[in-house]
């Protein structure tokens, strides 16, 4: 018997090893072939086989309210910036940003001697005016009797001047006797003249006085004003929302001082695109809700300036949250005028806000829907929709699908209204 050597034995047994493998492997896949494919999760959705089972919606046709989620801003209907009335150093300043005051409660004090120095010059001005028109009285009193002595003395002269010339043509009186008799004539006249100048300017004279007087007393009044003002009172009771300065500095008039607002009378600012202004109109109903409690809101109007696509919306307060920062930010939802035969549904079952899936006969129909406003239920936001495709009680695909299409097949689940 030959000897088979090793070479030859390898070379005989491996084209057996290779046909026992492939023999195994075929074994293999049809055994895995003839296994069912066991049900894999994706959320709502199941998929048996290669069917997916899911849920559907039942729809009903109501009228329902429309919200519109916007966000707001409080801001404080009584809001002022206190400022300097005059230039001063401040001598007193009890307040710190954030402080409640009450009304009347002072809040600052400025030096006020250069206004006292200011005050007692006016003071002695307007004395010193008084005393010239006192006098001016006095000298038209005066010349109004010395007007009637001058008159008289006026004719005594004509009256020397005639006799003169008369005794002159007799010879008795000498030309130089004449031209003094009518030298104190002209004189007399001029002094008269004076007289009723004088007499004749007094008003004039008087009421430049009196003007001079008066703006005295203005002058004096401003002043007193600004002694007045150099306590600086709260004008109602609020909260100190920014202090500008300290105590010892100079300021100059009208540089601001501190921020005061009123906490109980406030607002909230949203901003509301332009496209929904149409939908708007004063006394609409809104809702937010602050440190878990809520509260009722009114639309009380809006600005007429558009900036970036919005305009500002003023919400009232039908009793404001107490503790609540100016500035903060807030989630609002308005409720706007109701809307007839809509379909309301979870917002998750439209798809590219156009449309929804139906259910008929195990199989999925395209609706094509109108979105016409939306709701908040909870955490939940709901789409309103309308559809001459859609009717009440129509079974909307619930579970969302990424594959979803017309004629797909699926399996129902569960129902929900």
Avoid: C
Wanted: glycine share 4%; hydrophobic share 40%; net charge negative.
């Amino acid at each position: 018997m030959p000897i088979i050597t090793r070479k030859r034995l390898i070379t005989w047994l491996l084209p057996i090893i290779i046909i026992a493998i492939g023999f195994s492997v075929v074994r293999y896949l049809g055994s895995t072939a003839q296994r069912p494919t066991p049900e894999v999760s994706t959320g709502e959705v199941r998929i048996a086989g290669d069917t997916a089972t899911v849920s559907v919606f039942r729809v009903s046709q109501n009228t329902e309210t429309p919200e519109l989620v916007l966000y707001g801003q409080m801001a404080a209907n009584r809001q002022v910036t206190m400022t300097a009335p005059f230039s001063a150093l401040i001598t007193q300043l009890p307040i710190e940003a954030g402080d409640q005051v009450v009304a009347g409660q002072l809040l600052a004090r400025l030096d006020t001697r250069n206004l006292e120095h200011q005050l007692a010059q006016q003071q002695t001005r307007l004395q010193d005016l008084r005393a010239r028109q006192s006098l001016l009285r006095a000298e038209h009193e005066a010349n109004i009797e010395a007007v009637s002595i001058e008159e008289e003395l006026l004719s005594i002269a004509e009256q020397t001047v005639l006799r003169t010339r008369n005794l002159r043509q007799r010879n008795v009186a000498s030309d130089s006797d004449l031209e003094a008799a009518e030298r104190a004539m002209q004189q007399q006249r001029m002094s008269l003249n004076t007289r009723q100048l004088a007499v004749q300017r007094y008003t004039d004279q008087q009421a430049q006085l009196a003007a001079q007087e008066a703006e005295a007393n203005i002058a004096l009044e401003q002043l007193q004003d600004q002694l007045d003002d150099a306590e600086i009172r709260a004008p109602f009771t609020g909260q100190i929302a920014a202090v500008n300065t300290e105590v010892a500095t100079r300021v100059s008039a009208q540089s601001p001082l501190f921020t005061l607002l009123s906490q109980d009378d406030v607002r909230l600012n949203v901003s509301v695109p332009t496209t929904q202004l149409a939908s708007l109109r004063p006394g609409m109903s809104a809702s937010t809700e602050y440190n878990a409690v809520n509260y009722a809101l009114t639309l009380t109007g809006w600005e007429p300036i558009t900036r970036g696509g919005a305009v500002t919306a003023r919400f009232a307060f039908d009793e404001a949250p107490e503790q609540s920062a100016i500035d903060q930010f807030f989630r609002l939802q308005l409720q706007l005028d109701p809307l007839t035969n809509v379909f309301a549904v979870p917002a998750t079952l439209v798809y590219e806000n156009r449309y929804v899936y139906r259910v008929q006969d195990e199989r999925l129909q395209r609706v094509d829907v109108d979105v016409v406003g939306y709701q908040q239920r909870g955490e939940t936001t709901w789409a309103l929709l309308r559809s001459a495709a859609l009717a009440s009680s129509d079974p909307l695909l619930a579970s969302r699908l990424a594959d979803a299409a017309t004629g797909l097949a699926v399996i129902v689940r569960e129902e929900s209204n």
